[in-house]
């Protein structure tokens, strides 16, 4: 007996058994990817150390990762489609694997962003399959459920990511914690080869679209590389705009290159779906600002309030085990309450948490800072599997294949892209704040006066010298200014990601109007 899920694949059906089976050798597979997404953020202060390099490029450690989604997810489809998904499955773990030991030993940023590369693109052609098993495995009535398995994943890897790598960082290095995912892979491998369902045949791939590929990768690489280094080449110098131009033309091309016959990468006609454009706006707003606020908080622990790679980490661990509770039972709901109305219940509770840190500072506790992220996560925990219901609901079953990956698509495009921004947004105001308070560092300003004689008064009786003293005091005013230009900084970026998390409101609300 078995069930379609496509016009030529066939599935046997599942026991209860055979369905949990396949799903947890699915899960730890998206959980291990999805970990190592978030993995790295806690160790991008080190990253820069060892580098020598700014936050706006020790970042694309993240941004390549998820910009890397992207692409893969368009080829997912066609590499599903060639190979079968349970050998896609078991390729994917080993090129994850592969990457995990290159990040581990490369010499250079440039090779560690390249490994970087390597496992966003493997996550990006594991995302959509992982979902198709999950609706292979699960009848239509209990959907709602696998989406809440599969926003589970999602919610308690990103909060468990930074924590390992943070107690990793402490305990070992910043580079032992790209050996963390090769265990997940090897298992999560081991699992997809005994228990994940196999094609009785596969379907016809056809050709793959060579050119929308690389139009597409030049514009994900155009548009991030255009993001990352303004601040160092200049907004509007010659070799920036000739980038911005290219990589324009480029994301028109691709459109363009999707009309052929040919072409096989992104189905256009799911978009005159509007219930499914609106989910997808809903989507990229939703990944641009949870992304960003992931990244940001590991960053803010270090930075701001001096807390230690371990301590950074675990600020997201116990709002996302919170959310581990919460997400079955929401998607259960998800299969009873409309969609919108979830993910409408979920976003003012992300609006409520975020807005909680725009005015923390150094000498805010860690308990109000995680108080803030298990807000946050419960939050998710009601929008994820909502989102995701809306999107592939609003498809036809033979849609669902390209759909699914396109859903994909738009989060972690939004996600990476939220990322870039809040690091160009956050470079930017910290500077604009160093050059107001160093401006205020004057004779006339009393307070500075005050500090500097302080600081000289209790050097006074170490026998160093006069110009000596004087540079020691100069030394700390400095790191003083510093210190606060980057609190301010990180405050208005708390500002900016309320403002972000706020946007998503908008399409949802066009959704529930449509619903209706």
Not at 185 to 212: N, Y
Request: charged residues 5%.
């Amino acid at each position: 007996m078995t069930a379609a899920t496509g016009t030529s694949i066939s599935i046997p059906a599942f026991t209860p058994a055979a369905r949990w089976l396949a799903t947890a050798a699915a899960l730890s597979a998206f959980f291990t990817s999805i970990f190592t997404s978030s993995l790295t953020n806690v160790a991008v202060p080190h990253v820069m150390g060892s580098f020598g390099v700014g936050q706006s490029q020790a970042q694309f450690l993240s941004t390549a990762f998820l910009a890397m989604n992207t692409t893969g997810l368009l080829a997912s489809s066609w590499t599903i489609a060639k190979i079968g998904q349970r050998q896609t499955f078991l390729l994917i773990m080993a090129v994850f694997a592969g990457a995990s030991v290159l990040c581990y030993i490369a010499p250079t940023l440039e090779v560690l962003i390249f490994g970087r590369v390597l496992q966003g693109f493997a996550a990006g052609l594991l995302q959509p399959l992982v979902m198709l098993v999950l609706f292979q495995v699960f009848p239509l009535e209990k959907r709602g459920l696998a989406m809440g398995l599969f926003s589970m994943g999602v919610t308690v890897a990103l909060g468990l990511g930074p924590s390992l790598g943070g107690m990793t960082i402490d305990a070992v290095s910043w580079r032992a914690i790209f050996l963390i995912p090769i265990p997940a892979c090897l298992i999560a491998g081991v699992l997809g080869l005994l228990f994940l369902p196999a094609e009785d045949q596969k379907m016809a791939s056809g050709r793959f679209d060579v050119l929308g590929f690389v139009l597409i990768n030049v514009f994900v690489f155009g548009w991030f590389t255009f993001l990352g280094n303004g601040q160092r080449w200049g907004w509007f110098s010659d070799n920036h705009l000739i980038l911005f131009l290219v990589t324009i033309a480029a994301g028109v091309g691709f459109i363009a290159s999707q009309k052929r016959k040919a072409a096989s990468l992104l189905d256009l006609s799911l978009f005159t779906n509007s219930r499914f454009v609106t989910a997808l706006m809903c989507s990229f707003l939703f990944g641009f600002g949870n992304f960003a606020s992931v990244y940001s908080f590991s960053i803010f622990g270090q930075i701001v309030q001096g807390f230690s790679p371990t301590v950074a980490g675990s600020m997201l661990l116990p709002g996302s085990f919170c959310a581990a509770v919460v997400l079955p039972l929401a998607g259960r709901i998800a299969d009873k309450v409309p969609a919108p109305m979830m993910m409408i219940f979920g976003l003012v509770i992300i609006v409520a948490s975020v807005s909680m840190l725009a005015g923390a500072d150094a000498n805010t506790v860690f308990s109000y800072v995680a108080l803030s992220l298990l807000l946050g996560r419960l939050g998710s925990a009601f929008v994820s599997p909502a989102l995701n219901t809306s999107a592939v609901g609003a498809l036809s079953p033979q849609q669902v294949r390209r759909g699914a990956g396109i859903t994909n698509l738009s989060l972690m495009l939004g996600g990476s892209t939220g990322i870039s921004v809040y690091v160009v947004l956050l470079e930017m105001r910290i500077e604009f704040h160093a050059n107001q308070l160093n401006a205020t560092q004057t004779s006339a300003n009393s307070t500075t006066v005050e500090m500097l004689g302080m600081v000289t008064g209790q050097l006074s009786g170490t026998g160093l010298p006069d110009a000596i003293q004087q540079g020691v005091a100069m030394s700390y005013l400095n790191s003083v200014v510093t210190a606060q230009a980057n609190m301010l900084g990180f405050q208005d970026g708390f500002f900016f990601l309320t403002m972000v998390a706020i946007c998503p409101l908008i399409p949802t609300l066009l959704l529930l109007r449509k619903s209706r």
